[in-house]
């Protein structure tokens, strides 16, 4: 069983940063594909970037391509999200989830998932 913890999320205004943590249990990260998924309220979860644990290969939202990194912690088996140059369209509860087999953007492919952090970016 696997177990995902995020957190890091926070209020911050228009142009400032934050790091999310997704600390994983019950599974090695180098044998699991992490994703990171967002959802604002009355809509679909969506898809914010992945790494791959067979390669480290990354991939981003449009939208968040040159703003937002994934990198891993070995140490800690820990899975960040870097996230800068943020907007009010950031806003939403951030989820980590991993998947044995699958690093793409489907959320429904995603095995497990964290309870969410909340990120709110002002104006």
């Known amino acids: 069983q696997v177990h995902l913890v995020e957190s890091g999320g926070g209020l911050v205004q228009a142009g400032g940063s934050l790091r999310l943590s997704c600390v994983a249990s019950?599974?090695?990260?180098?044998?699991?594909?992490i994703g990171w998924f967002r959802q604002v309220p009355g809509k679909d979860r969506d898809f914010v970037g992945s790494?791959?644990?067979?390669?480290?290969?990354?991939t981003y939202q449009d939208s968040v391509k040159g703003r937002f990194t994934i990198s891993r912690d070995y140490a800690s088996n820990t899975v960040l999200l870097q996230m800068n140059s943020l907007k009010p369209d950031d806003t939403a509860v951030y989820y980590c989830a991993s998947d044995q087999y699958y690093s793409g953007t489907a959320v429904s492919r995603y095995h497990y998932w964290g309870q969410g952090t909340q990120v709110t970016v002002s104006s």
């Open positions: 019950g599974r090695t990260i180098t044998r699991m594909h």
């Open positions: 790494i791959s644990y067979t390669d480290g290969s990354l």
